[in-house]
């Protein structure tokens, strides 16, 4: 079992940057990969962004691409997601998520879901 905790969301003005971080524990966090997603109110969850085991290869989203940067520390057990130049359109509860394989954009190749944390960006 792997349990992951996210932390960084909050409210922000259109333009500006948040930074989440999800923490894991349980089983070896490097064997790993791990993704963040999220899902506004009436809409289906959407990949953001993902990142393999060692951190040496990331995956995004076209709608966040150039904006958003997703790291890991395996040393710490943590992912991080460094989101900029934030647009109300980002508005959502992000999640972040584990699994063993290397199917990144798809939510049901992860084994291991964070509680959510909630984005608001205001306009």
């Known amino acids: 079992q792997v349990q992951l905790v996210e932390s960084g969301g909050g409210l922000v003005q259109a333009g500006g940057s948040l930074r989440l971080s999800c923490a894991a524990s349980?089983?070896?966090?490097?064997?790993?990969?791990m993704g963040w997603f999220r899902q506004a109110p009436g809409k289906k969850r959407e990949f953001v962004a993902a990142?393999?085991?060692?951190?040496?290869?990331?995956y995004y989203a076209d709608s966040v691409k150039d904006r958003f940067t997703i790291s890991r520390d395996n040393a710490k057990n943590t992912v991080y997601l460094q989101m900029n130049s934030l647009k109300p359109e980002d508005t959502a509860v992000y999640y972040c998520?584990?699994?063993?394989?290397?199917?990144?954009?798809?939510?049901?190749?992860?084994?291991?879901w964070g509680q959510g944390t909630q984005v608001t960006v205001s306009s």
């Open positions: 998520a584990a699994q063993a394989g290397i199917g990144y954009y798809t939510a049901t190749r992860y084994d291991y």
């Open positions: 990142i393999n085991w060692s951190g040496t290869n990331t």
């Open positions: 349980g089983r070896t966090f490097s064997a790993y990969a």
